[in-house]
Structure formats: structure tokens, C-alpha cells
């Protein structure tokens, strides 16, 4: 039974919540509103409405940024480094979830450590030119792979730990080896939460601005960085950056949405298993 005392109470969460949201929808709306006005009417940095509204502001965006080229950069860097995080981390969870001992015990410890221990970009920039793989894709894919390995390394054996040890002995009576235990039994136990761990990769990745800043050259950025076209230390175009920032962000934004009920179905899934 719902009591006036209780009314009053959500009503008070309400107004809280409204408030909250505010937070995010007037920056949002300054930059959609933005996004269509002139440069003058956009450095104002208010909600109201285009006194003209500009719709070639995307179009001039695309065509002066390239960012059909920047768009190939992003997705190729995020495909390959969300995939080899994916593999590498999935396969190590399963040996030290699966394998006893000091050594699968140091290895989860060193794992840990990379969720606090901090990159030092001065370090990584000289690893990275000693490989000569300076300025390159590949490069800063395995950086991101190594940033991100350790908490999926964690994720996975956590879930790893909840299956029971019977499913892979029933699998080894039958002939299966370690590489099929890991291959056609456990993997796929995994998926709700490696689609979980994909979509916060691809997420994460995608809207990274300093590894590819730091390790890329200009002819190889993503479509993050192409803001820099329209913003400097002498000009600033206002408009052109928050067009830019809109279309950036798009890719993330639809992939997020269609896919947000597997990220909720991983997360439960992976609780219940953990």
C-alpha cells in the first residue's frame, strides 16, 4: 500500500532524478544546437534554438576532416584490438582458472597489478619505437590490448572459477584436450560474457583520444581526434567542433543502444555463474 509518506518520498526522487539528468541533457543539447548554428551563434554556448540552422555544417565536417578515412582508422583499430583482448585474455583466464600452482598464481597477480598500476606513455613510446612500430596501427593496438587485458583477464577467470571442474572431466573422458575443453565447452559458456566485454571494449577504445594522440600519426587518426581540424590554440570554430564531435560519437551511440539488452544478459548471467 502506497502511503502519503511514500508519495512524497518518490516524488522527491523524481525531482532528484530530473535534476540529475540535467547534467547531461543541457551540455547535450548545447552541442546539438550547436552543431547547426553559425561559429559566432555557437561560441555563445547556449541552448536556444539556430537563428539559421546550418545543416551543411556536417557536410563541411565530413569533407574537410576526411572523415571516411578516419572512420577505416577507428574501426580497424577497434576491431583488431578488441579481438586480440578478447582472445588472449579469455584463453589466459581459462589456464589460471583451470590450473593450480604458483606459476598460474603469480601470473593472476601480475594481471591484477595492471588494473592500478598506471601506463607511463614515456616508456611505451620508447618500447613501441624500438619495435619500430611507432606511428603505426598495429602499434597502438597491442598498447590498447595491453591496457585492457587485465580486467577481462579478471572477468573471465571470475566466471571461469563458477563453472564446475565435472564439465571438463566429462569432456577429457570423452578424448577432448585442453585446446577443445577451452575451444568448444567453455567458450561458449563464456559468451554472454565476452559480448558483455566486446561492447565496453569497443566502447572504450572507439572514444580513446590519448594513445591514438600520442602514438599515431596524423594520416592514421580516428575519428575522435579529427576535432583537432577545427580547434586550436588560435581558433576555435565551434560549431565544426561539436558537428564533429556528434558524428564521432554516433558509431558508439547505435552499437550501444542495440546492443544494451546483451550487455544487461551478460552482467546477470555472469553474476549468477560468478
Known sequence: MVTSKNRAGLLGLEIVAVLASLIIVVPLLMVVFGSLKTSAEASLFNIRLPSDWRFDNYAFVIRSADLGRAFGNSVLLTF????????????????????????????????????????????????????????????????????????????????????????????????????????RILLPL??????????????????????????????????????????????????????????SALPVVVLFLTAQKYIVSGMVQGAVKG
Open 80 to 183: 583488431l584490438s578488441t579481438g586480440i583482448t578478447v582472445f588472449l585474455s579469455s584463453a589466459a583466464a581459462f589456464v589460471i582458472a583451470r590450473r593450480g600452482g604458483r606459476t598460474t598464481g603469480f601470473m593472476y597477480v601480475f594481471f591484477l597489478l595492471g588494473l592500478i598500476a598506471p601506463m607511463q606513455i614515456i616508456t611505451t613510446y620508447a618500447v613501441l619505437k624500438a619495435l619500430g612500430l611507432m606511428g603505426s596501427i598495429l602499434g597502438v593496438v597491442l598498447v590498447n590490448a595491453a591496457v585492457q587485458m587485465p580486467f577481462s583477464v579478471f572477468l573471465y577467470s571470475s566466471f571461469i572459477k563458477g563453472v564446475p571442474r565435472d564439465i571438463d572431466e566429462a569432456a577429457a573422458i570423452d578424448g577432448c584436450g585442453s585446446y577443445r575443453i577451452y575451444g
Open 190 to 247: 563464456l559468451l554472454p560474457v565476452v559480448v558483455s566485454n566486446v561492447i565496453f571494449l569497443v566502447l572504450s577504445i572507439w572514444n580513446d583520444i590519448m594513445l591514438p594522440l600520442y602514438f599515431l600519426d596524423s594520416s592514421k587518426w580516428t575519428m575522435p581526434l579529427t576535432v583537432y581540424n577545427f580547434f586550436g590554440q588560435y581558433f576555435s570554430d565551434w560549431n565544426y567542433v561539436f558537428a564533429d564531435l556528434l558524428l
